[in-house]
């Protein structure tokens, strides 16, 4: 089986970037066999990734490779430069309305300390159904020790009945 050269699975911009054209993962990230293709780049023409770091991406695009466009970063660092916590974000904000269809309104949406939104109809559904399951629990509960208190009370009549003590 012939080895495929890693360093011949990328192409040079005209900008500089260097475009992965290999097979990438779901996330986007270039891929060759298991190693991620920026990393294999990097250690290949600069060197070792140093302990407990990572590469970040300055340029954002996950399928390019050029090394002098990679930082070795903790990992705290590369997720706060990312941009998923925005993209995600403004993705949450573009939602018109909830999962369940509910509209996404004045009236309708509440808003956390987290500045985070939620359905106020859909809370109220769910309040519902947990009052009622706990009333049902309840009234579960109180038949059950009537019944309880029934058996001893007819267990004590009968013990007195047969002049047995209770």
Same mark, same amino acid.
């Given at each position: 089986?012939?080895?495929?050269? *890693? ?6 911009? *005209? ?12 996330? @986007?990230?270039?891929? &060759?066999?298991?190693?991620?293709? !920026?990393?294999? /780049?990097?250690?290949? %023409?600069?060197?070792?990734? *140093? !302990?407990?770091?990572?590469?970040? &991406? %300055?340029?954002? %695009?996950? =399928?390019?490779?050029?090394?002098? &466009?990679?930082? *070795? /970063? ?12 925005? /993209?995600? +974000?403004? +993705? ?9 269809? !509910? ?9 956390? !300390?987290?500045? &985070? ?10 309040? +519902? ?7 049902? =629990? ?27 003590? @209770?």
């Amino acid at each position: 089986m012939k080895k495929i050269d *890693p360093m011949s699975r990328f192409v040079i911009q *005209p900008d500089g970037c260097w475009w992965w054209i290999g097979p990438t993962d779901k996330n @986007g990230y270039g891929r &060759h066999g298991a190693k991620l293709a !920026h990393q294999l /780049v990097y250690e290949s %023409l600069i060197g070792p990734v *140093p !302990h407990g770091l990572e590469l970040d &991406h %300055l340029c954002r %695009l996950r =399928r390019r490779v050029n090394p002098w &466009h990679l930082e *070795p /970063v903790t990992h705290a660092i590369n997720v706060r430069r990312g941009c998923a916590g925005a /993209v995600n +974000r403004a +993705r949450q904000i573009a939602r018109t309305h909830c999962v369940r269809g !509910h509209p996404f309104d004045e009236q309708n949406t509440a808003i956390d !300390h987290r500045g &985070h939104r939620s359905c106020r109809t859909c809370a109220n559904i769910h309040h +519902r159904l947990y009052y009622a399951a706990d009333l049902d =629990r309840s009234r579960l509960v109180a038949r059950d020790k009537t019944r309880a208190l029934r058996a001893r009370i007819k267990e004590e009549e009968h013990g007195e009945l047969h002049g047995t003590p @209770g």
